[in-house]
């Protein structure tokens, strides 16, 4: 029936955790769907925010492109940025987003992300969720790999070369990090990846109040002078 349907936006679709469609079942249709149209043996890159709820449904997405003869490849708690790079480095065909970017934390939503790490134009995220409405219910469970630490690692290094090569500008001047419900545990490894190759960098962080990783689920700002 209508309401069972998929409403699939170039922005992915968001809602409340744990009801139709931000549900693990969904998500897994959601996997194999995007699992099959990256083709048997490529790799779809999976990430997600820090949310309470993207933990169970990032695994969802795994467990469904596995299904579909896809190899996931799971960046575990990212920023959305790092799974465009790893698209645009080529590091697999497709990606799923597990995020709902700065709605409430007890939201939550998913982002396909093609070729090159782009949004998906509106006939593509139609066709989507056109398929995810059509494909049958797949049964939880299944093996899908650890987290594979190189997503994470390949972002970070890029924003630490460029965070260096901006350090003089940085000077005398006041930054806003605006963390809301995103991947803080990142932003904290890349601040302290930037911080150990600029001192300019690591001068004006220490100096920075800094919120607690309690705080990562509700908006936050980061002002370092």
Do not use: Y
């Not at 697999?92 to 409430?104: F, K, Y």
């Not at 396909?112 to 469970?141: H, N, S, T």
């Amino acid at each position: 029936g209508a309401m069972s349907r998929v409403s699939f936006g170039t922005d992915g679709v968001r809602g409340p955790a744990g009801t139709f469609p931000i549900v693990a079942e969904v998500a897994r249709r959601l996997g194999a769907v995007v699992g099959r149209r990256a083709g048997a043996g490529a790799r779809v890159v999976v990430g997600c925010d820090p949310r309470p709820s993207s933990a169970e449904l990032e695994r969802a997405v795994a467990e469904g492109a596995a299904r579909s003869g896809a190899v996931p490849v799971r960046a575990g708690v990212v920023p959305t940025a790092a799974l465009q790079l790893a698209l645009a480095d080529g590091r697999a065909a497709l990606g799923v987003m597990i995020t709902a970017s700065h709605n409430p934390a007890a939201d939550n939503g998913f982002k396909v992300l093609g070729a090159g790490g782009r949004k998906p134009d509106a006939a593509v995220a139609a066709g989507i969720a056109a398929e995810i409405d059509a494909e049958p219910p797949l049964p939880a469970g299944g093996a899908v790999p650890p987290v594979d630490p190189a997503v994470a690692a390949g972002w970070l290094a890029r924003l630490a070369a460029a965070a260096s090569a901006a350090a003089p500008a940085l000077a005398g001047r006041r930054l806003v990090l605006d963390l809301a419900n995103g991947a803080l545990v990142v932003s904290d490894q890349w601040v302290a990846a930037a911080t150990a190759r600029s001192s300019l960098l690591a001068k004006w962080w220490k100096t920075a109040p800094f919120v607690t990783p309690a705080a990562r689920h509700r908006s936050s700002t980061v002002v370092a002078a």
